[in-house]
């Protein structure tokens, strides 16, 4: 037999690694599968309440984020047959999951984050009972309890109006505690992701209040009325757009927190008194559009204006079109500006978009000032300008023909001149 040393061949030049092409399997990542499947099995097997209360018994023991995984997938499909007492126990140890110390693994603080919101839509005075005590605790209080209280007024924005006024309420001491202030990095950010979840379960709740009062038939309970929270979110609305809002820094992180600012300032505006939104609706509108500006996010600009604009243009609320008018100019520009880049990247634009239903609100209020301004982006050297111009053209014929006849002869000549 040669030797390798003598430059022979051996019998190994010959053989084929076998394990080449097949993929390593984790053995932990099976562990889990089969974990996940007994349990899946076993929710089938087992009464809905006695799986649950089951499972917060093994929680003791091991894999406590499949667990709760679990008892989420059964809540979500049979909260009606959870009985009132389940719900108690699976509350508590969902909430004491979610504040136990930094040890305990994030996901596993979800995934008791997620039980919350499935209870919640069965119980939610119960759910909203123990956030509300968890969140006044602390003068500034984990972002996870904020977002997982504006995930809840999604899921069952009808089972949480009976409580939100108080919800609310006992959010206005934290708004003021996360004012803006000089402070260092790593502490400002800290800051900032508090200011974007208190955001987010305002943004939340007047979403939810809106669809709850404007439904068909007005309000399921007539006891809930939109007047009764302008107190409240007078209060919230004055403390962000005074002293949060600042308009500064064009970093990321700056930026994405003035978008989350300016799109709670913009939900809540339906909801404020006609005094606050008189005064404020002019400075409320120039944020959007100076955010807008350094954003590539056209369609939150649309959303945000609209809701703005159905607020401040309300039938029988003239004195608002006063505080509007000057700043039709520049909303028409950001409007055109949107329209323009999916008009030049060929994107679609659908007929209930809220850019376009935006331009139709500006149309409807003021349509000589609506024309004035698309005939002189008609007049524009710029193909792109002139492009979404007749874009706009075209959609206000449709939309708001008959508000702007008296103007279009205007449009079609100088249409006619492109």
């Not at 509350?91 to 136990?100: F, N």
């Not at 323009?340 to 809220?354: I, S």
């Amino acid at each position: 037999q040669t030797s390798v040393e003598d430059g022979g061949e051996t019998d190994c030049d010959d053989t084929v690694d076998e394990s080449e092409g097949l993929e390593t399997v984790d053995p932990w990542q099976v562990i889990m599968e089969d974990i996940q499947e007994t349990l899946a099995s076993l929710s089938q097997m087992m009464a809905p309440n006695t799986f649950c209360l089951k499972c917060l018994e093994y929680l003791k023991l091991a894999h406590p984020t499949l667990v709760l995984q679990a008892v989420e997938k059964v809540l979500r499909s049979q909260i009606e047959d959870i009985s009132s007492s389940t719900a108690r126990k699976v509350i508590a140890v969902a909430a004491r999951l979610m504040g136990s110390d930094a040890n305990m693994p994030l996901d596993t603080k979800q995934a008791a984050s997620d039980v919350l919101v499935a209870v919640g839509c069965g119980f939610p005075g119960e759910v909203l009972q123990t956030m509300d005590c968890v969140i006044d605790e602390d003068v500034q209080p984990e972002t996870m309890w904020l977002n997982t209280l504006a995930h809840l007024l999604r899921a069952n924005g009808s089972g949480t109006m009976p409580h939100l006024e108080k919800t609310l309420t006992g959010l206005l001491p934290k708004l003021d505690a996360a004012k803006t202030v000089e402070m260092h990095s790593v502490e400002a950010h800290s800051r900032a992701q508090l200011q974007m979840a208190l955001c987010s379960v305002l943004t939340s709740a007047c979403t939810s209040l809106q669809e709850y009062v404007s439904g068909p038939g007005g309000s399921a309970d007539p006891t809930v009325k939109k007047q009764d929270f302008a107190p409240v979110i007078d209060s919230a609305f004055k403390t962000i757009l005074k002293g949060w809002l600042v308009l500064e820094g064009r970093n990321l992180q700056s930026l994405r927190l003035q978008e989350t600012l300016v799109g709670a300032l913009a939900a809540m505006s339906p909801l404020l008194s006609p005094e606050t939104l008189q005064a404020n609706v002019t400075q409320l509108v120039a944020a959007s559009v100076e955010v807008y500006k350094h954003s590539s996010n056209g369609e939150a600009l649309g959303q945000n204006v609209q809701q703005i604009l159905l607020a401040a243009l309300e039938p029988g609320f003239t004195v608002y079109h006063v505080a509007i008018y000057s700043s039709v100019d520049s909303l028409l520009r950001a409007l055109h500006q949107e329209i323009c880049a999916r008009q030049e990247t060929r994107l679609p634009v659908d007929e209930d978009n809220a850019v376009l239903s935006s331009l139709t609100l500006l149309a409807n209020a003021f349509p000589k000032k609506v024309a004035k301004f698309i005939v002189g982006q008609l007049k524009s050297s710029s193909e792109p300008g002139r492009a979404g111009s007749a874009a706009m053209l075209a959609h206000l014929l449709r939309a708001a023909g008959t508000v702007l006849s008296p103007v279009l002869s205007r449009c079609a000549t100088a249409l006619s001149a492109v």
